[in-house]
């Protein structure tokens, strides 16, 4: 069955620090990936996706992630973490290439920033 | 901007009580989805639909059902609402086709559901 895992459940980080949040999955096929956001008390956004090509992808807000298939992951990346970053980022497989839509999501990590 | 809009942001409900989780979507998406979101745990999926009055089981359906008459619209129902499923409850909404193909999720904001 496919699966997403994140490793780090909690990870702080000084303000303009680098950040890496990992992501590994489980899928027979190049699958769908995504990265999502969740600012307190909201609902998700989507950060960055990967369908194909260009392995190394831009999103959003400054953060990049690259999909590297030898290690089943998709890891997030930001050169510099600004305060407003402290979130919970999930890392989600979209099954079937996608075609019904629906995600699988791992559990998540929390960011914290310190000052 | 995609709105995808959850009815009720916080609802309190008794055991027992039937519940109705309403979500609306304006870019006429085809597919809609609940997802169950319970700390450590992250979202699971409930149920999903690619159409109307299509219905597909999640993850972790069981205790639910959901209804789909019209493409804007997804509602989750609890039938006879039980302690263990308080829970945040999140709604989304994805095109099958065009720039926001496959999985390219909008969320609503969630509603945060305390069964006493």
């Known amino acids: 069955a496919q699966s997403v895992t994140q490793p780090d459940i909690h990870i702080t980080v000084s303000e303009g620090a680098s950040l890496e949040l990992r992501c590994n999955y489980s899928y027979g096929a190049t699958p769908y990936l995504f990265w999502y956001v969740q600012s307190p008390g909201q609902g998700l956004q989507l950060l960055l996706k990967y369908f194909s090509g260009d392995t190394l992808v831009q999103g959003i807000k400054g953060f990049e992630a690259e999909f590297k298939r030898s290690q089943s992951s998709f890891n997030l990346r930001k050169p510099s973490v600004h305060w407003s970053d402290a979130a919970e980022y999930f890392c989600a497989v979209a099954p079937y290439g996608g075609s019904q839509g629906n995600l699988i999501f791992g559990k998540g990590t929390k960011l914290s920033v310190k000052p | 901007d995609v709105k995808v809009t959850q009815s009720s942001r916080y609802l309190v409900k008794r055991t027992g009580e039937k519940v109705f989780l309403e979500c609306v979507q304006d870019?006429?998406?085809?597919?809609m989805f609940w997802y169950r979101q319970d700390p450590g745990l992250g979202l699971r999926l409930i149920y999903f639909?690619?159409?109307?009055?299509?219905?597909e089981k999640g993850d972790i359906p069981e205790g639910y059902s959901v209804s789909r008459e019209k493409k804007e619209r997804f509602s989750l129902i609890l039938e006879s609402a039980s302690t263990n499923q308080t829970s945040m409850y999140l709604c989304?909404?994805?095109?099958?086709?065009?720039?926001?193909?496959?999985?390219?999720?909008?969320f609503g904001q969630g509603t945060r559901l305390t069964v006493v």
């Open positions: 870019m006429d998406h085809e597919n």
């Open positions: 989304a909404s994805s095109s099958s086709s065009g720039s926001d193909y496959a999985g390219k999720a909008f």
């Open positions: 639909s690619y159409d109307v009055k299509m219905k």
